[in-house]
């Protein structure tokens, strides 16, 4: 990499970063561009360089989140059973979002937009959907539905909880354990 490239990049992420920052100190609609090149310490021009607008930004902080999940998931340990694959998928979910109350605000702009994919063709969640299967095959998930079905209704559900109006300030982890056992209650093998 040349030294040219090594700044380009720097400079993309200081961007990046400065905005971020922005968008939780101020909110995102109070943001403009022009605060963010302020900020940064660079030229107008150079944002549209590396960025076409704000929402490119939240695009780009959306790929972060989901690269940060997809890590977190394909390093779950193996799970012995439902309950423990649930577990372990919340545990790394909430690990990927962080705490800070402008953290879940920031997360759900980002997701705010449709994505490339369908909620049960995620591809960041197929970890989840291959437990999902294997627990099928021992007859322990139900089979009436197929597993991305399965981990997209679970992820669609997790996410609207943590992300939604109503989701809760104090006591996360309860209201998380209490959305898994009725997951669980619900997609329990009825044979």
């Known amino acids: 990499m040349t030294t040219r490239d090594r700044q ?3 400079t993309r992420q200081r961007l990046y970063e400065t905005a971020l920052a922005q968008f939780r100190d ?6 403009q561009v022009e605060d ?3 900020a940064a310490g660079v030229a107008r021009g150079t944002f549209y360089l590396h960025f076409q607008n704000k929402e490119d930004l939240l695009r780009a902080f959306r ?25 372990h998928v919340t545990d ?12 879940r605000e920031l997360v759900g702009l980002a997701f705010r937009n449709q994505p490339e994919y369908d909620w ?15 627990f099928q095959e021992r007859g322990e998930i139900r ?8 981990t ?22 309860r209201a998380i354990d209490c959305l898994g056992d009725v997951f669980l209650d619900g997609i329990r093998s009825r044979t």
């Open 92 to 103: 790394a979910l909430l690990s990927t979002r962080g705490n800070a109350t402008s953290a």
């Open 8 to 10: 380009r990049l720097e």
């Open 63 to 87: 790929g972060t989140v989901e690269e940060q999940i997809r890590e977190r998931l394909e390093g779950l340990p193996r799970p012995r059973s439902p309950r423990e694959l649930v577990r």
């Open 152 to 173: 997209g209704l679970f992820a669609t559900t997790f996410f609207g909880t943590l992300l939604g109006p109503a989701a809760p300030r104090r006591g996360r982890r």
């Open 36 to 38: 963010i090149v302020r």
């Open 120 to 134: 049960n063709e995620n591809p960041y969640f197929a970890p989840i959907t291959r437990w999902v299967a294997h």
């Open 26 to 31: 101020r909110g995102f609609e109070a943001v």
């Open 143 to 150: 089979k009436d539905l197929s597993a991305e079905e399965i």
